[in-house]
């Protein structure tokens, strides 16, 4: 279950940047997770909870903001919204689509005490 390291640099990171700041306490987190990003959304919050004990995070809310897919043609220059992943344009049919989002993890905000 990758999803757990995830969380856990996750968590280490919003600590580390909370320190940085001087907050006694994390509250939440904002994560964006692509559609193609491989990630669990159930395990990661699974692994977010363990990932916060003994740390500033501990009791921090997780809110994931779903990033969908998209794909720019290079044959046609369509942008579209994929429903799942593949290199078929659906616009011009040709093997040409390029992956320009909905593929990464994202630490969006921290919300601090």
Do not use: N, W, Y
Request: with cysteine.
């Amino acid at each position: 279950m990758h999803e757990l390291s995830l969380a856990c640099s996750l968590v280490d990171l919003a600590c580390q940047r909370a320190q940085e700041e001087g907050a006694s306490r994390i509250t939440a987190l904002e994560v964006e997770v692509g559609a193609l990003a491989g990630v669990m959304r159930e395990a990661l919050a699974f692994g977010f909870e363990a990932a916060c004990r003994d740390t500033l995070a501990q009791g921090a809310r997780l809110v994931i903001i779903e990033e969908p897919a998209k794909g720019v043609c290079s044959a046609c220059r369509v942008t579209c919204r994929l429903a799942r992943f593949t290199i078929t344009c659906p616009a011009c049919g040709a093997a040409a689509l390029e992956i320009s989002g909905g593929d990464r993890l994202c630490l969006r905000a921290i919300e601090v005490a």
